[in-house]
């Protein structure tokens, strides 16, 4: 009886030697630099420098961003606030330059109404490394057709549109949801109460302009005849700030044009708000055509040369932006 015994307590010493072996070699395994676990899981390595939760963070750097470093600037918010909505007198004839407003109502005042109607709110500065926030920004151009890049749009967490863009009857090429659409007066339509409307101001009229559409409906003409009222919860209203309107201009565009088109400004929302961007419908098609995805191709031509934007220099920027990994550009048929 004695050996049967032995052979057991020799047969639990073994295995728990075994498992002790086991254990620490796992351990020494998971946590040693040069092991494949460490090594490669993209989400552990961007957490570490404390940039983002994403696989790619805007903000990390590589050994070769001196330009993107140059340009990228944090301090300026895109957003206006009331803290944030004094301008500089150098910024404020500039941006009352740009549309030629020649008898400007007083701005402080303006902007003291205009946040009696929309909300005050410091938005979007909750980066750090605990956040992966996916961008769609999704331009207007005909090579979106035929693309069927719907529900890789719809699958980021802001959806970012302007202008006229329809969705209706294109949702296979160019998604369906709507988070935030970018517009100014000229170029203002209805939205539905859940998408944030971010107004582009060119004026102090513009600002005008908000303020009596979500109200009164006063205002009806600025250099053309505009729409009076429009559908949108004025508690999802944003306004880009003219500070930013002009950092843009002067350190990513470096003067070129008259000012920047909406497109490439809503580029800019989403490369200074967002962890991760993805680009739609930019650039002109695969046939060389520069058209809208809803027109017929005979109206090329039509938002490539309007006499204000370099559409040339901004889709040089915005390719030098994709290849140093900042965004990824899908450039559709």
């Known amino acids: 009886m004695k050996l049967p015994k032995w052979r057991k307590l020799r047969t639990l010493a073994l295995l728990f030697c075994a498992i002790t072996v086991t254990t620490f070699l796992f351990t020494f395994t998971f946590w040693d630099p040069s092991s494949r676990f460490y090594k490669h899981p993209f989400h552990l390595l961007a957490s570490s420098k404390g940039q983002c939760a994403c696989q790619q963070c805007m903000t990390e750097l590589e050994d070769d961003d001196a330009w993107f470093t140059e340009r990228f600037n944090l301090s300026v918010h895109p957003l206006m606030t009331r803290d944030n909505s004094a301008l500089s007198d150098d910024t404020f004839n500039w941006w009352q330059w740009l549309q030629s407003e020649s008898r400007p109502a007083n701005f402080s005042e303006v902007v003291d109404e205009l946040f009696q109607v929309i909300p005050d709110e410091v938005l979007y500065m909750d980066a750090g490394p605990e956040r992966c926030r996916t961008c769609s920004v999704v331009g207007n151009s005909g090579n979106l057709k035929g693309s069927q890049y719907g529900r890789l749009i719809d699958s980021s967490h802001f959806i970012i549109r302007m202008n006229q863009a329809p969705t209706a009857g294109f949702e296979e090429d160019v998604g369906s949801r709507t988070t935030h659409h970018v517009m100014y007066p000229e170029s203002a339509i209805d939205l539905d109460n859940a998408t944030m409307l971010v107004l582009i101001p060119f004026k102090t009229l513009d600002l005008q302009w908000i303020i009596s559409a979500l109200t ?97 220099f901004e889709y040089k920027v915005t390719q030098l932006l994709a290849d140093k990994h900042k965004i990824q550009m899908f450039k559709g048929r």
């Open 216 to 312: 009164t409906g006063t205002v009806k003409y600025t250099y053309v005849p505009v729409k009076s009222r429009i559908k949108a919860n004025k508690d999802n209203v944003l306004i880009y700030n003219p500070t930013f309107f002009k950092y843009i201009y002067e350190s990513w565009l470096e003067g070129h044009g008259r000012y920047p088109s909406t497109g490439f400004l809503s580029l800019m929302l989403a490369v200074h708000i967002c962890d991760e961007v993805n680009v739609f419908g930019f650039g002109a098609d695969q046939a060389g055509n520069w058209h809208h995805y809803w027109e017929d191709n005979l109206l090329s031509g039509a938002f490539r040369h309007t006499g204000v934007h370099d559409g040339d």
